[in-house]
């Protein structure tokens, strides 16, 4: 049934494609066809350029981009003198004069030259939005380049949190947002924020060439190294006297944020070919953790300083070998220590931890253009990861369900990963085809790991009464080596091809072939289909479709789980009902008793989803579009975990195998529905304001909460079918820049959604699997709904120029005042459903009050 609904999808899109093509089949032989490359002063293709073919009669083509090899081309165009308009951020505009005549083929190549940064000051609207048939011109994305992300309030420079608001939380995968850098699937970003060219998510949301969604993961595009000598650094301070008390918090504690920030770039010496770029930041933050729990003694309300510092420095070096070929070098350290982590809510300052975290990576990227025809790309990333977590002291852990947790944290984990990636595309242009196909190594991964958490036990109680009546439910404790080294290997390779048929009708048809080696699945072949058709003779208005199956991943903690409790490397020995102070005052020892195990349900593979659209994109004036789009989404076969030796019903008490604990079978057996229909506007909406508005109305529904979910009942699953963890009826995201004049800039960030779901739980382990998550009997899971969400930022800046000519505006600095939270709205979060707290149906946490920072930036 699973197999025929994606047939039928299929299908459906192939009739739909074919009767289009009957359609728009008349052909116009005497008409002329405009093809070109666009090149910067090394000679190498300058791809993702708006390209724009204007006639002497004031008529305009419909505006292209140019593909990875820097090439455009416009059909159907009629005699006549033009102009090719070809811009792109960092170089200066070209205008290049042409004569076409009836029915000929003109070629043109075109040298884009490097601008001062700050010669051309642009926001998202400056160059105007248009719509476009071409695959990968969707304007139901989100996308942002640096300069609107400088005018807009965006949180400690922080532009993946920023932009990751505009993501959909039904496309994100087990192993979590996927990221692209510079077309690379990569882990983490190692570039700091002013090496940053463009932020875009959901563009080109059905290409083969990437393993999840576009909607489910954040593309970031970086600025590459010029001939001339450019720079930018911003200074960042936030404290406290500025800040809005926290709301849980007694006081008004002392918190400090510095950050200094930037990248240099330039020629190397005198040479022509060699250049570089530097950049990195340096990040200090002391902030405060607010406690707000209970213990015997009353309420418990404290700020506990919680430090972090963030260190990157990446060095990148270019080299132009000839006009065809171009690689770089590039080394990156980051270094992100943390202390007293953990604490706040119910947690109290003894059990935080510290971590000692680094990574180092070095890429080697080679670009190779073989013909006109035929580009090459090849990434390889040889990187080392260290992640150390250590409790701040060792002492027993006392949890009270939904009141407080003391002692120690209990929480001891090394993890060293040397980890290669690999990307190898080619991507070939004839006629109206551009065919990409290539090999996608997202992850090669040697993993040493080593879990002494847990060692010093742990008891739970459901509530204060038992606690003060010295009652648990349940008492924990780890022993053993728990060291194990295994391999994450990914790999996958894909075949795409996106056919303009028509200047007014495009498709993009791919397969693309995913394999890891944990759970040995080999049929994971995710065929994707899409079409762009304009039915007016004007090409403002473009219906687009598509549909594809998008593989999810174990990711690597679920393959360690397996090696850790294999019932010998790691033993999790669990004891309901215990004794207190001490669990083996009745007899016994820990060796003595069963220990848990993790295992892989024997018909495990890995789920999928089917990802389907349909929407109309128009152009409302000549900067400013609008799209309508409904997306739908099913996910089939997703992950989740369930104990399958937990006690029998209908008395709970009877285990299948005493020889065993706890034995947590990983299994893909659930599902997700989701539908939503998205309104996006973008580009200038008046003359003083631009940027981005996109409105969600959506309703996901799910049975699993992600791999390490477990049911309430592991025996009946009937009540788990409910909205998914983080669903939202309602979505409101908008990012603006208003400039009313030349002296000042102001920048709005605006998000509001509807509250997330929460579950109701009885507070009593009535299963007897002592994970207490039962729910009272009749309530299903997430029944219960938390607050709506609102936030208003606001950036007020005044740019002040040096050197200023009448061709260029030479050296800027720019002072920036912003605020957070403005209104200073008490976003409530942590809900307690646990029917036995004290501090039931309330929140025990909020996010950030209003806070205010000062910033300077200096660009020449």
Do not use: C
């Not at 791809?47 to 159907?76: M, W, Y």
């Not at 700050?118 to 160059?127: L, N, S």
């Not at 071409?134 to 993946?160: C, G, H, M, R």
Request: avoid cysteine; charge should be neutral; glycine fraction near 8%.
């Amino acid at each position: 049934m699973k197999r025929s609904v994606l047939l039928r999808t299929i299908l459906l899109l192939s009739l739909v494609f074919l009767g289009l093509s009957s359609a728009t089949a008349q052909s116009r032989l005497s008409d002329a066809v405009v093809t070109g490359t666009v090149i910067d002063q090394r000679r190498a293709p300058v791809s993702d350029a708006t390209v724009t073919l204007h006639s002497d009669s004031n008529a305009t083509e419909e505006p292209v981009k140019t593909d990875a090899a820097g090439r455009f081309r416009f059909e159907g165009v009629i005699e006549g003198s033009y102009s090719v308009e070809v811009e792109h951020e960092g170089f200066a505009r070209s205008v290049t004069p042409l004569k076409v005549n009836r029915g000929a083929s003109t070629t043109v190549t075109i040298k884009l030259f490097l601008s001062s940064v700050v010669t051309k000051v642009t926001v998202v609207g400056d160059e105007p939005a248009q719509v476009s048939t071409e695959i990968s011109e969707n304007l139901d994305t989100a996308s942002v380049d640096q300069n609107l992300l400088e005018k807009v309030p965006v949180f400690d420079q922080d532009y993946v949190t920023a932009m990751s608001a505009f993501l959909d939380a039904g496309a994100i995968g087990t192993n979590g947002m996927q990221t692209i850098v510079n077309g690379v699937e990569v882990t983490s970003v190692t570039v700091s924020a002013s090496a940053v060219q463009e932020v875009r998510i959901n563009q080109n949301p059905y290409s083969a060439e990437y393993a999840r969604p576009g909607r489910g993961g954040l593309e970031i595009i970086t600025k590459e190294a010029g001939s001339d000598y450019h720079g930018t650094f911003n200074f960042i301070f936030r404290d406290s006297v500025l800040n809005a008390r926290d709301t849980f918090a007694l006081v008004r504690a002392p918190e400090q944020r510095r950050i200094a920030e930037g990248a240099f770039s330039g020629p190397i010496g005198h040479s022509k070919s060699w250049s570089f770029m530097l950049s990195g930041h340096r990040q200090e933050e002391d902030l405060q953790s607010v406690v707000f729990a209970q213990d015997l003694s009353g309420p418990i309300q404290e700020s506990v300083p919680s430090p972090k510092r963030d260190t990157l420095l990446t060095l990148h070096v270019g080299h132009q070998f000839s006009e065809n070929h171009a690689a770089y070098w590039q080394y990156t350290e980051w270094d992100y220590p943390s202390s007293n982590q953990g604490v706040g809510g119910f947690v109290l300052p003894e059990a935080a931890t510290n971590s000692n975290q680094w990574e180092r990576a070095w890429v080697f990227n080679d670009r190779l253009t073989v013909s006109p025809h035929l580009l090459f790309q090849f990434q390889v990333l040889v990187g080392w990861e260290h992640h150390e977590t250590t409790s701040v002291n060792s002492a027993q852990k006392i949890v009270v369900q939904d009141a407080f947790t003391s002692g120690g944290a209990q929480t001891d984990l090394l993890g060293v990963e040397h980890n290669v990636q690999i990307s190898a595309v080619a991507s070939w242009t004839h006629a109206k085809h551009l065919v990409k196909f290539g090999i996608n190594v997202p992850d090669l991964s040697l993993r040493d790991n080593v879990n002494h958490s847990n060692f010093g036990s742990t008891y739970y109680f459901t509530s204060l009464d038992f606690y003060k009546a010295k009652t648990p439910y349940a008492f924990r404790q780890q022993q053993g080596s728990g060291a194990v080294t295994y391999w994450d290997d990914q790999l996958a390779g894909f075949i795409l091809d996106e056919y303009r048929f028509r200047p007014n009708l495009s498709f993009s048809y791919g397969l693309r072939y995913n394999w890891q080696n944990h759970l040995y699945d080999n049929a994971q072949f995710a065929p994707r289909l899409a079409f762009a058709y304009s039915p007016d003779k004007s090409r403002k208005t473009v219906i687009r479709a598509g549909a594809g199956v998008f593989y999810d991943r174990t990711g690597a903690n679920p393959p360690g789980d397996l090696q850790l409790y294999n019932g010998v490397i790691l033993r999790n020995v669990l004891i309901l009902d215990p004794t207190y102070p001490d669990p083996f005052s009745g007899g016994g020892s820990l060796a003595s008793r069963p220990t848990d195990v993790v295992q892989f349900d024997p018909t495990i593979h890995e789920p999928y989803s089917i990802q389907y659209s349909l929407g109309v994109e128009r152009q409302l004036t000549k900067r400013t579009t609008l799209a309508l789009t409904y997306n739908g989404s099913r996910g089939i076969d997703l992950f989740r975990s369930r104990d399958i030796n937990a006690p029998l019903p209908p008395g709970y008490k009877v285990i299948p195998n005493p020889a065993v604990g706890l034995l947590r079978n990983i299994e893909s057996s659930g599902r997700q529905s989701g539908n939503s229909f998205e309104i996006t506007l973008r580009g200038q909406m008046t003359h003083y304001a631009t940027g981005l508005i996109q409105y969600t109305l959506s309703r996901t529904d799910n049975n699993t909460g992600g791999v390490t979910w477990f049911p309430a009942n592991q025996y009946d699953l009937s009540g788990e079918w409910s909205r998914a963890d983080f669903d939202q009826l309602h979505r409101l995201n908008l990012l603006e820049s208003i400039s009313p004049g030349k002296q000042f800039t102001f920048g709005v960030g605006l998000q509001l959604a509807s509250g997330k779901p929460y579950t109701m739980i009885a507070g009593q382990d009535l299963f007897n699997t002592g994970i207490l998550n039962a729910r009272p009997a009749g309530v299903t899971r997430n029944s219960l709904e938390g607050p709506s969400y609102a936030d208003l930022d606001l950036r007020l800046s005044r740019d002040f120029y040096f050197n200023r000519t009448k061709k260029e505006k030479g050296k800027v600095t720019t002072f920036g005042f912003e605020a957070f939270n403005l209104l200073n709205h008490v976003n409530y979060v942590s809900y307690v459903g646990n029917l036995q707290s004290h501090f039931f149906g309330q929140a025990v946490s909020a996010l950030p009050t209003r806070r205010l920072q000062l910033t300077a930036r200096f660009k020449f």
